[in-house]
């Protein structure tokens, strides 16, 4: 059975979704307290997905996601390199988007991950929290394990909240290289698949970016939740004719726990 990590501390939220959404399809998904992995009484090599849900953790004092990320890099920083070299997977949503960038985990352009942030999630450009359903569309070009479930170019909606979205590189050749590698897993758009203008690109990211993954699409970061559109039920407009099937994120957790299942 795949077995699933939900890290968590002070501050996170959406973690209860998360777990679920991995034990509905199978897996055997627990909470897993940074406070257990850094006093060794849980161990990443026994999990073959981390998940980091969303959140404010610690607060979100200095940076989004800053403090999670420095308690990794000061315990155990080495057992998640190692986590991800034997291509085992990770998902990081909104805040946990934010702890992989710190972590440089993401988008780790020259290797497995970087010594500092190559890019960062910062204050929207509306300065305000912003929360609402928005469209995403698939830009996976084969790499992303989490995206196999979605068509090549397809949109979906998933709900953004969120005050530090904005997906910014350190330079334009990170993100040449992100887009020459494949790295972009999910762009904003608006309603009809055009160019998305705020809202529909809530906090004004760079390329319209809502979500990357690293070179060897085992790691995935994403600003929208995924968790919070498992059920159809939980779209607002779930009740017209025009919509049919399961909440559009639910196929990132069934494509990971298959992958997980097979490979690992």
Not at 26 to 39: D, L, P
Not at 111 to 128: F, I, Y
Not at 215 to 240: C, K, S
């Amino acid at each position: 059975m795949v077995r699933v990590a939900v890290l968590r501390m002070e501050g996170t939220n959406c973690e209860m979704e998360s777990l679920l959404a991995f034990s509905r399809l199978g897996a055997e998904a627990e909470y897993v307290h940074i406070n257990e992995v850094e006093r060794g009484r849980k161990h990443l090599e026994d999990y073959q997905i981390l998940f980091f849900p969303g959140g404010f953790s610690a607060g979100d004092y200095v940076r989004a996601g800053a403090i999670f990320a420095a308690r990794i890099k000061a315990s155990f920083m080495r057992d998640l390199v190692k986590f991800v070299d034997e291509g085992k997977l990770i998902i990081g949503v909104c805040n946990g988007f934010q702890i992989l960038t710190e972590l440089g985990l993401l988008p780790a352009v020259d290797g497995a991950v970087s010594d500092e942030p190559q890019a960062a999630l910062t204050t929207n450009d509306s300065t305000k929290f912003e929360c609402r359903w928005v469209y995403v569309r698939n830009e996976d070009r084969g790499k992303c394990v989490f995206l196999r479930r979605y068509g090549e170019g397809e949109i979906i909606p998933l709900p953004v909240a969120h005050a530090e979205g904005k997906f910014v590189v350190r330079d334009e050749n990170t993100l040449n290289k992100m887009i020459e590698e494949g790295q972009i897993a999910f762009r904003y758009v608006a309603p009809d698949g055009g160019k998305a203008t705020y809202p529909w690109n809530p906090n004004g990211s760079v390329h319209d970016i809502a979500g990357i993954c690293n070179p060897q699409g085992n790691v995935l970061g994403l600003m929208p939740h995924p968790e919070r559109a498992f059920f159809r039920i939980q779209h607002p407009d779930w009740t017209r004719d025009t919509w049919e099937g399961d909440g559009a994120g639910k196929r990132i957790f069934q494509a990971a726990i298959e992958y997980a299942g097979r490979k690992l």
